[in-house]
């Protein structure tokens, strides 16, 4: 049964430079084993792989790991950083400018 490549045009010439995104490693997460052998025989995807921190190493199932566990901690970066987005807009929507000069941040008065 052939396999299929997951990932877009656009996708493979961010891979091919070594790069990513986040539709990239959400993707990379849900790969197969299957997949990712298949994938292997990608240029662009080889590419990737190389550009992945850690030694390079001729086991597939050694690659596997490292681009799993590539993936699994980008989706933690990207999780926090929205989370830490998340919490600036928030406390952006709390300040307010008073005509008097003064600003409002919670409960609490602050003179300028």
Do not use: C
Not at 4 to 26: I, K, P
Not at 72 to 90: F, G, L, M, P, S
């Amino acid at each position: 049964m052939p396999h299929t490549n997951v990932f877009t045009d656009f996708e493979e010439q961010v891979m091919f430079a070594g790069r990513n995104s986040e539709t990239v490693v959400r993707k990379l997460q849900k790969i197969t084993f299957e997949q990712f052998e298949d994938l292997s025989q990608y240029r662009f995807f080889q590419n990737f792989i190389l550009s992945l921190p850690g030694k390079p190493t001729f086991s597939a199932t050694e690659r596997f790991r490292r681009v799993k566990h590539f993936a699994n901690t980008e989706v933690v970066v990207y999780q926090r950083r929205a989370a830490v987005k998340i919490a600036a807009d928030w406390e952006e929507r709390r300040v307010e400018v008073t005509p008097s000069g003064y600003v409002f941040h919670g409960d609490d008065l602050i003179a300028l």
